[in-house]
């Protein structure tokens, strides 16, 4: 990867241009049956879109915090991603009461509603489906984010050295993600073509970068496991053989 790239949108960017048809982020949730396979191009447009969303209709500007109320899943990732293109901080699983923005799950919406600025939420449904009824105080994700711009430039440019994420009381610059994220790929022998799979919650820092930053500081491709303990015997030898799985942290 790019020895320059100082932020996550910077190690985006190098993915995309290095090769942008490889698997980036592949998602299976046992408990639903789901897989959903992104490439780095694919990936990189959801980004594109939910950070002009972000920018635009919801008018968050660098420095904003926005509070994420989701699991370890590939819209969540986007979220990070679009998150850092803006210059907002991503507050993963932090207080709504505190935020400018809130981004919730289902399961989270009484907590969201904590949050006294924009509220977004997201169904998690198949293939990004919307909700059946959208939560009364919330835009639909899934509805606002099809019809934004496929590219993205941000109004100011990020400050690499500014707050980009929080995570289990543990806050951290673009920088600082960045050359944490080529660490903890180092030490699991990410490089092009790995792929990480991972059982473990966004909620720590292991979680996210074992589930994205690790995988996208080395060049490497990462595979989303929710609800592994419904998966049957013998499941996960056959998924780790299936999609070619080198590394593997539950």
């Known amino acids: 990867m790019n020895a320059n790239d100082r932020t996550p949108a910077d190690l985006l960017r190098s993915a995309l241009a290095a090769d942008p048809g490889r698997p980036l982020v592949t998602l299976y949730d046992d408990a639903t049956g789901e897989r959903v396979e992104l490439s780095v191009?694919?990936?990189?447009?959801?980004?594109?879109?939910?950070?002009?969303?972000?920018?635009?209709d919801l008018a968050a500007?660098?420095?904003?915090r926005a509070?994420?109320?989701?699991p370890a899943h590939w819209q969540t990732a986007v979220w990070l991603l679009a998150c850092a293109s803006v210059g907002v901080v991503a507050d993963v699983g932090g207080d709504p009461a505190a935020?400018?923005?809130?981004?919730?799950?289902?399961?989270a919406l009484e907590a969201a509603r904590a949050c006294s600025g924009e509220r977004i939420a997201l169904a998690l449904r198949p293939l990004g489906g919307r909700f059946?009824?959208?939560?009364e105080g919330f835009t639909d994700y899934a509805v606002e984010v099809p019809g934004q711009g496929d590219r993205f430039a941000p109004y100011a440019p990020v400050d690499p050295d500014?707050?980009?994420?929080?995570?289990?009381?543990?806050?951290?610059t673009g920088a600082q993600l960045v050359e944490r994220a080529r660490a903890d790929a180092a030490r699991l022998g990410v490089g092009p073509g790995t792929r990480?799979?991972?059982?473990?919650s966004y909620a720590t820092w292991e979680g996210l970068s074992h589930g994205l930053y690790a995988a996208l500081a080395g060049g490497g491709s990462v595979v989303l496991c929710r609800h592994l303990d419904r998966l049957a015997e013998g499941g996960l030898e056959k998924r780790i053989a299936d999609e070619?799985?080198?590394v593997t942290v539950r």
Do not use: C, H, M, Y
């Not at 500007?61 to 904003?64: A, F, H, T, V, W």
């Not at 935020?99 to 399961?107: C, E, G, K, Q, R």
């Not at 059946?132 to 939560?135: E, G, I, L, M, S």
């Open 99 to 107: 935020a400018d923005l809130v981004v919730s799950d289902p399961d």
């Open 162 to 172: 500014g707050p980009a994420l929080a995570v289990g009381g543990l806050e951290l």
């Open 244 to 246: 070619r799985v080198t």
């Open 67 to 70: 509070v994420l109320l989701l």
């Open 132 to 135: 059946p009824q959208p939560p």
């Open 61 to 64: 500007e660098p420095g904003d």
């Open 196 to 200: 990480i799979l991972s059982g473990q």
């Open 41 to 56: 191009a694919t990936f990189a447009n959801w980004v594109a879109k939910t950070a002009n969303l972000l920018q635009g």
